[in-house]
């Protein structure tokens, strides 16, 4: 069977390809994206703890004699390189370490009421419009302020990141046609290490209450740590900090929207927001695929994955795997045994599900009480054209308008 990812109907809605792909061809070689493409739950798992697939896909990328010769590229390599999220043990033990130490559940806890300032200021500034961008006037700023503070960047330079990031997530994201794509990343990626390198150094010389003062405070106490790597899991928090919070709050309250026996359910019982974040991160999780590098030829479904073969590992095909989920395309708030795999699986589990699930509980409860008859507008919705994020450009809603209230 062919499977194109880059078909509009597709990208719109993927799960009717996962669902064939499973049933008809679950180690499928795409032609398009000269890689395998696994989708069934229990490769999935498997494929994510497989010490055979590396997570290292910027070594061969950078090698690749497409890109070989292009400056903007290598420089992108050789600080995406020093990312946790692309490294294998033992380098990925050392800096996922120097993490999971600062980046507690209890230290995310400490930003329950501030998230919640943020959510009523952001809400506050549409209340009495009766009509909102879901994206553009919510889900897009609060996980960009929240990290950004977190790492101690002041007001003034947060949308100076935002920017930046935005171009960085030109390369991450594998944007379809974007023809200076590398030109724009790498710029931005320059840019942010210039502006980090020069906080780390403050922060050195005067620690303050913040992510990196912690970080550079682990380090210092022996996390053997290079001044680069640092920078670079600066970037890399920034950056991993926000563009899937986006799309969970994005993605969640379109489901929301599009089943609106759900939304009236979430807001009889508001106690229901943990299960239903669990459940539309399941239903339509903001990460599509995870990329990995068979280091080992592997035997899956009687084909065989050659070594240096990569391996797109589709976790939210594998959230809507029959064999492991009753009625797998309903949305349903109140789901028992929801093991999805939104997250990930195994060593490289996300640093941030935490962070990440506050917010979203925070931020779709808030929208879904305090907008009174929340509705889709009329229009087609944009998909992000791209084979890792999973969203929408711009999700505009109708409410009644009503004057500014405190938090409920
Ligand atoms: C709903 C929002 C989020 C989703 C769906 C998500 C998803 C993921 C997934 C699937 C992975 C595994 C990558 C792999 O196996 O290669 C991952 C790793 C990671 N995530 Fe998230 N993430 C989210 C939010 C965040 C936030 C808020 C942060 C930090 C501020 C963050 C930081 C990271 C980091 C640092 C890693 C790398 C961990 C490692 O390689 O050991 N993520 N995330």
Redesign the pocket.
């Known amino acids: 069977m062919s499977y194109d990812p880059s078909r509009p109907d597709v990208i719109a809605d993927p799960y009717p390809a996962f669902r064939l792909l499973q049933a008809q061809d679950p180690a499928h070689w795409s032609g398009i994206l000269r890689g395998w493409v696994v989708t069934r739950y229990a490769d999935v798992k498997t494929a994510?703890h497989d010490r055979r697939l590396s997570?290292d896909r910027i070594t061969p990328f950078v090698a690749h004699e497409s890109v070989r010769g292009c400056p903007h590229v290598q420089e992108l390599g050789r600080i995406a390189g020093r990312?946790?999220?692309?490294?294998d043990p033992p380098a990925?033990t050392r800096?996922?370490g120097l993490?999971n130490t600062v980046?507690t559940s209890r230290a995310v806890e400490r930003l329950r009421p501030r998230i919640h300032e943020i959510v009523d200021e952001l809400l506050a500034q549409v209340t009495d419009r009766g009509t909102m961008d879901v994206i553009g006037d919510f889900a897009y700023r609060l996980?960009v302020i929240v990290?950004a503070e977190?790492l101690g960047v002041p007001p003034e330079g947060r949308e100076q990141m935002k920017a930046w990031s935005d171009e960085l997530a030109l390369f991450i994201g594998s944007a379809l046609g974007t023809p200076d794509k590398y030109e724009r990343a790498a710029r931005g990626m320059a840019d942010m290490c210039t502006y980090f390198r020069e906080v780390v150094g403050a922060r050195r010389r005067q620690p303050r209450e913040d992510l990196i003062s912690a970080l550079v405070d682990a380090e210092q106490q022996g996390g053997q740590l290079s001044e680069e790597e640092l920078v670079a899991?600066c970037v890399?928090?920034?950056f991993?900090?926000?563009e899937?919070?986006t799309?969970?709050i994005g993605n969640g309250l379109l489901s929301l929207l599009r089943h609106p026996d759900a939304l009236a359910a979430l807001r009889a019982d508001p106690s229901l927001i943990g299960p239903a974040v669990e459940e539309l991160?399941r239903y339509d999780?903001?990460?599509q695929a995870?990329?990995?590098v068979a280091l080992d030829d592997i035997v899956l479904h009687g084909k065989t994955i050659r070594a240096g073969d990569r391996v797109f590992?589709m976790?939210n095909a594998a959230n809507r795997d029959p064999a492991r989920f009753d009625e797998p395309d309903r949305l349903d708030l109140t789901r028992a045994d929801n093991a999805h795999?939104?997250?990930?699986?195994?060593?490289?589990?996300?640093?941030?599900?935490p962070?990440?699930?506050l917010?979203?509980q925070v931020a779709i409860a808030a929208a879904v009480r305090r907008l009174p008859g929340l509705a889709l507008a009329p229009g087609e919705l944009t998909w992000l054209p791209s084979m890792v994020f999973r969203g929408v450009r711009s999700l505009p809603v109708m409410f009644r308008p009503f004057a500014r209230t405190s938090r409920l």
């Open positions: 994510l997570s990312w946790v999220v692309f490294n990925h800096l996922r993490i980046f996980p990290i977190m899991t890399l928090l920034l991993a900090g926000h899937t919070t799309n969970l991160l999780g903001p990460t995870q990329v990995r590992v976790v795999v939104a997250f990930g699986y195994g060593a490289h589990f996300c640093v941030g599900a962070l990440a699930r917010e979203g």
